[in-house]
Every structure is written in C-alpha cells, then in structure tokens.
C-alpha cells in the first residue's frame, strides 16, 4: 500500500552498495537518487514499496541478487545508474538505503514527472532501466 506521507513528494535518498552488510565500498560515497514518489506509470516500484513505512533520517539495508537491481529499482535506475559505476555486480548485492527528504513539489514538477514515466524518459523504453 503507498504511503500517503510520500504520495506526490520528492524523495531524496542516499544509496550505498556493498558485498555484506559491512562492507559498502561498491560505492566510493552515497549515491544521492532524487525522484517524485508515486508517478511511475506501472504504479509503485519495487523500491518505493520498500520506502513505504521508512521516516526521513532512517535507513535501511536490503540484500539483493546482483541480476535483480534493474528491476528493484525500475524507472529510477537510469538515474541511479550513473553514480554506481559498478561494470561488474556481485551475485549478491548489500544496499543500504537513508531517506534524507521528502518534500512537498509544485503540481508541475508532477505532471512533468508523470510525462516522463509514460514516455519512458524519452528512451521509447529501450533505456534498460525496466522502465519498458
């Protein structure tokens, strides 16, 4: 069920990744992933369901198979993408998660969000995100 204190809000989290649950060097710093919660035109992600009962401040780790990230993450891959620079996943991936906002967005920002989830973000779906 989503969150009615997330639904429309911009959520910015914090994204490390490891090999174990203390080891996060995947990752040279947190990977900063800021996205509008809720607009994904398939309906949640997998990532924002396993945002739903988490309060800003709080993290959290998830242990996932290396081969499942595109799909944990969905649209917001793409984005996220960029600051893992990992050309190898292990079998078995650490992520730990801090939700450091969630804010209210102009109704704009939403719209435009929604757009961009239909259009793939331009990608026509061929972006390898699991967007298509």
Partial sequence: ???PDKMMKRIVLYVEAGTSPDNYTLTPEAVPLEFIYGTNSGGLTQLEIFLDDIQVG???VLQLPGTDVESFFGCHYSRLQQGFKMYLRPDTLF???RLQSCVEVDP???VKAI????????????CG????
Avoid: D, P
């Fill in 1 to 3: 069920m989503a969150s």
């Fill in 58 to 60: 709080m993290s959290r």
């Fill in 95 to 97: 992520l730990r998660m």
């Fill in 108 to 110: 704009r920002e939403i």
């Fill in 115 to 126: 757009s961009q989830a239909l259009t793939h973000g331009g990608c026509g779906g061929s």
């Fill in 129 to 132: 995100c699991g967007c298509g």
